[in-house]
């Protein structure tokens, strides 16, 4: 029974890159970016609130454009703590959504989020996007990482915030700032390839850092029904069918964390992460076991059904 409780850890917060192709799958922001600019006025619609470029990227006060959408924030959560615990709500969101360079932590059970923080306190999650969290947690008292785990346990994943799409030739896209990925201002379109390309459904929301405005995520062609025979019969054998753990539907079961409707290239993440060893902790060792004969398409197909799961 344990080793099918492993599956429990098939997510959540970034890491080392994937060797195949770490652009697509773990973005950096360029160097030499240009600054936010404190007189550009910022607004998105349906919301009487204005903020400059500057107090949109304040990592100790990021917008809040819906405060009439969510719960009362917590103080970690709206503000943070200085110098090193930055507000939840920079990356992700007031409604936990997130961005696809963080995570969509929305309805995830508060005890998972809570080891979640711990593994990172600890040092059980290493590579090139570890640096922020691992301070961040470590900084956190437990009372502001009750009451964050707290705040968007109750959140919950927002429907049509992750679009899949099967396209064979997507959008030509470059990485900016957050280490999001936009659509290039030249135009024009590529094969997939073995990849998965998310994009913003809005990219003035997506800069602006707007709960409302989602992404769409490009997933090869075919990928979400082979990712459905492996979640759901194993593969013959590859793996183990995903359900025993997350439960119907993928929604999650007790403690077992949800993957249904969360972004595709961060479930993609994970499951590298996790095959490659930069994830470590309580039941990694077994779940290594379950993804050891997973190859890259394997995975990116997995990611893409989870992602394509109403929430």
């Avoid at 770490?22 to 950096?28: E, I, S």
């Avoid at 360029?30 to 990592?59: C, H, R, T």
């Avoid at 006060?61 to 200085?82: E, I, Q, R, S």
């Avoid at 990928?223 to 459905?228: H, R, T, V």
Wanted: neutral net charge; charged residues 20%; glycine residues 10%.
């Amino acid at each position: 029974m344990r080793s099918l409780l492993c599956l429990v850890m098939l997510a959540f917060l970034p890491t080392a890159a994937l060797a195949a192709d770490p652009d697509w799958a773990y973005p950096v922001a360029p160097q030499n970016l240009p600054k936010p600019d404190a007189s550009k006025v910022i607004k998105v619609p349906g919301s009487d609130k204005e903020y400059n470029e500057v107090s949109v990227n304040d990592a100790f006060a990021p917008p809040d454009w819906f405060p009439g959408d969510h719960a009362p924030l917590p103080n970690v959560v709206a503000n943070g703590a200085k110098p090193n615990v930055r507000a939840c709500a920079l990356c992700h969101l007031t409604s936990g959504d997130g961005h696809p360079e963080s995570a969509n932590i929305a309805g995830l059970n508060a005890p998972y989020i809570m080891r979640t923080l711990r593994d990172f306190a600890m040092g059980r999650r290493k590579g090139i996007r570890t640096g922020v969290m691992v301070a961040i947690a470590k900084d956190l008292t437990p009372e502001d990482a009750r009451a964050a785990a707290d705040y968007f346990a109750d959140r919950k994943v927002a429907a049509g915030y992750q679009k899949v799409v099967e396209q064979a030739e997507v959008p030509k896209s470059e990485v900016g700032e957050g280490a999001m990925r936009f659509v290039a201002k030249g135009g024009g379109t590529e094969p997939i390839g073995n990849r998965i390309i998310v994009v913003p459904q809005d990219e003035p929301g997506a800069r602006a850092r707007n709960p409302r405005t989602g992404f769409v995520s490009y997933v090869p062609p075919g990928s979400i029904a082979k990712g459905e025979a492996l979640a759901t019969t194993g593969g013959g054998g590859k793996t183990v069918p995903c359900a025993i753990c997350h439960g119907e539907g993928l929604k999650g079961l007790g403690e077992v964390p949800s993957l249904a409707g969360r972004d595709a290239i961060y479930l993609t993440r994970q499951l590298t992460d996790i095959k490659s060893g930069n994830r470590t902790g309580a039941w990694i060792t077994l779940m290594q076991q379950v993804v050891a004969k997973l190859d890259d398409s394997d995975i990116v197909a997995l990611a893409a059904y989870a992602a394509s799961r109403q929430p």
